[in-house]
């Protein structure tokens, strides 16, 4: 029997992805969604930061950093989505994203197995291997689609994706364990805060970009 809270995950998840689509449609709708996600990003990353650094000094030189990084990360994906052709790749790595969430997490609930690391302790090997295999498939699918062209790079700018998407996760759960929290905020029914479900995507779409330009 499917439990309540991964009914709400589902649900959840449902109007992300519809997110997704309104935001590929609209110009407005992805400014705001960008300066919405951007600023409750901040607070939750601030909320964390607070509880774990006591140096001032420390304090400040870690919350400006995360600024800059969201400023430019957000830009970056305005700007992106403003050309026809970068708005395709750039879709294709957040779907990508995306999937290696999804199969990271079925795999894990599924396959179970061998624990990653102490640091998360949902993770699980089957899970990163389910990440990848995902990833592979909806990213290089995607860019045929658009394309019609595939070559083998794909897939591995496609594994590079999916793994930077897990190092994003593993690093703002270590955040998590410091700070002695569960969720970074409780935004998102189902799935806790902003954070906890960009935690791999403000790195796997940078990354994604730069494999593209290497390999592809």
Do not use: W
């Not at 439990?3 to 689509?21: A, D, G, N, P, Q």
């Not at 006591?54 to 430019?72: G, M, P, V």
């Not at 197995?113 to 899970?127: D, R, V």
Request: charged share 15%; proline share 2%; aromatic share 18%.
């Amino acid at each position: 029997m499917i439990s309540k809270e991964l009914k709400k995950r589902f649900m959840t998840s449902i109007l992300l992805f519809s997110l997704i689509f309104l935001i590929i449609s609209f110009k407005a709708v992805l400014i705001l969604t960008l300066l919405v996600l951007g600023v409750l990003s901040l607070l939750e990353f601030f909320n964390m930061t607070n509880k774990i650094i006591r140096t001032k000094l420390y304090l400040f030189a870690a919350n400006l950093l995360f600024i800059l990084y969201i400023s430019f990360f957000c830009i970056m994906f305005f700007f992106f989505s403003s050309y026809l052709q970068l708005q395709i790749l750039l879709f294709s790595i957040l779907l990508g994203c995306a999937a290696s969430d999804v199969g990271g997490f079925f795999f894990g609930k599924i396959l179970r197995g061998p624990k990653l690391t102490k640091i998360s302790p949902n993770k699980t090997f089957a899970g990163v291997v389910g990440s990848i295999i995902f990833t592979c498939f909806v990213f290089s699918s995607l860019i045929f689609y658009f394309t019609k062209d595939f070559n083998y790079n794909l897939l591995i700018i496609a594994t590079i994706i999916s793994i930077s998407c897990q190092i994003g996760d593993l690093f703002f759960s270590y955040l998590k364990r410091k700070a002695k929290v569960k969720d970074t905020g409780n935004f998102l029914p189902g799935h806790g805060g902003i954070l906890d479900r960009l935690d791999g995507i403000f790195l796997g779409i940078p990354i994604g970009f730069l494999s593209l330009t290497l390999f592809y």
